[in-house]
């Protein structure tokens, strides 16, 4: 914000004016700026732009001194200026198709002339980011986020990064499940009267470990598995493998198709279309 500060000249010449910012007690990473010196021709005024920049809320007092250095006479200003909380500050877009990773990179800049250190928060524990990030003076850090939607939906989380040095911001992350174009796809043959075993493989996401419903949508037409199935908990973005067993055997001969559906209402639904063939 720029404030603008009236300046007159008492004198019948004109006079040279010394700019002095005095805030002994603002905070170390507010900025106070503006022209060193003041010509004010006689008898007349001017204005002087100040300038004010505060990286996090409170309130500031400075004195503004026009200094005369031939005669040290002065005129000061007396401000108290009060920089309110900042509010969202962006909206951060992330898309990507179910269970397909996505990330983004959240520049954070550090204008000081001291080390920064950055606390980043997301309220979704689907939104993967460092928890601390330490910008060097007058340098540039980055702060990767990740998503990988399971569920196919729209939300909006908030992301909060906080900074001792440099304050609080706020960013709205807009998190959109795109459709996906996967198709799993197993195939069996097996004779008359005998079995084949089939293996689904899958990944859960979750930080935790989680049961699955196992569906057969046709109620089996050949094919058969146990109800649920037990998945170990993900350490990291890449996921934990976990399987179903299924058994292929048939009565009858020839060609079958069944859809196979695992899900959970937090991990998600993965299908997959099962060709079985008897001979």
């Known amino acids: 914000h720029t404030f603008s500060l009236a300046v007159g000249n008492w004198l019948k010449e004109p006079q040279r004016f010394r700019v002095e910012l005095r805030a002994p007690e603002a905070d170390p990473s507010t900025q106070l700026k ?10 007349g005024a001017r204005d002087y732009s100040l300038g004010f920049y505060a990286y996090k809320p409170g309130v500031t007092e400075v004195e503004v001194h026009f200094v005369n250095e031939r005669n040290g006479e002065y005129v000061f200003h007396r401000l108290r200026l009060e920089a ?7 909206t951060i877009e992330m898309l990507a198709p179910l269970r397909q990773l996505t990330a983004h990179e959240l520049a954070l800049p550090n204008p000081l002339d001291v080390e920064a ?21 007058k340098g540039h850090g980055v ?52 079995s084949q075993a089939l293996r689904f493989r899958f990944r859960n996401f ?26 170990p908990a993900a350490n990291d973005m890449r996921g ?13 001969l020839g060609a079958f198709t069944e859809t196979l559906v695992v899900s959970s209402p937090d991990g998600g639904a993965h299908g997959c279309t099962l060709h079985g063939h008897s001979v």
């Open 34 to 43: 503006g022209l060193d010196s003041l010509d004010v021709p006689a008898g």
């Open 206 to 231: 979750l930080q935790k470990a989680e049961t699955y419903q196992v569906k057969l949508r046709s109620g089996g037409a050949g094919f058969s598995a146990a109800a649920t199935v037990s998945a």
């Open 240 to 252: 934990a493998e976990a399987s179903v067993d299924l058994t292929f055997e048939t009565s009858r």
């Open 143 to 194: 702060a990767k986020l990740e998503w990988r939607p399971l569920l196919p939906r729209e939300q909006t989380a908030r992301l909060t990064v906080s900074s001792p040095e440099l304050g609080e911001y706020l960013h709205d992350v807009r998190l959109a499940t795109l459709p996906s174009g996967e198709q799993n796809a197993l195939r069996s043959t097996a004779a008359l009267g005998e």
């Open 117 to 137: 250190t950055f606390s980043i928060k997301v309220d979704s524990p689907e939104v993967a980011c460092p928890a601390v990030v330490t910008v060097p003076p």
């Open 84 to 90: 309110e909380p900042a509010g969202v500050q962006s």
